[in-house]
Structures are given as structure tokens and as C-alpha cells.
């Protein structure tokens, strides 16, 4: 389990920086609380979501969005793995 601080939502974001993606937070009528812009490689998050509720939206958009991690760098490969096998156990036990 990790703790949903803003050091972890920092780390997510690099992740995303090092995708060429930019990170925006802004207010929107978004029915999932964010919204992905493929073209321009645009992830918008609802400005008003706590840390948690920010970290949730990113790591839902890493799923839906095609990478190759082997690519990344080593930091970042240790993030995806730790938040990757805490969300796996959460998936088989929740």
C-alpha cells in the first residue's frame, strides 16, 4: 500500500513528463473528472480533486494510454512498478 501524498503525485507527474504528455488542472465539466487530448498529448484534471482523487485520475490514464516502460528511466520504471503491484493486490483482493 502507498500513501496518496504529494511527493507520489510528483513522481506520477514526472512519469507523465518523461511520456511527453502535459499535465493540466483545470476546471471542467468532466464526467470521469479528467479528460485526455491524444492529439496534443493533453491530460486535464479537475482543478478542484484532492491529492487522492488526483493520483487516482493519473493512474487511470496510464492505463488507458499505450507506452513502453522498458524506454523510461530507472526512477520512473520503480514508480510504475510499486504503484502497478499495489494496484494489482487491490484488484485481487477488492
Known sequence: MFKYTKYLLDKIEDVFK???????????NFQSG?????????????KFFDTE????CLLEILEKIQFDATTMSESNQKTL??????????????
Open 18 to 28: 518523461e511520456l511527453e504528455y502535459t499535465i493540466r488542472y483545470e476546471k471542467g
Open 34 to 46: 479528467y479528460c485526455i487530448v491524444d492529439e496534443h498529448n493533453i491530460v486535464v484534471v479537475n
Open 53 to 56: 482523487a488526483r493520483i487516482n
Open 81 to 94: 512498478k510499486k504503484v502497478q503491484s499495489v494496484l494489482t493486490s487491490q484488484d485481487i483482493s477488492g
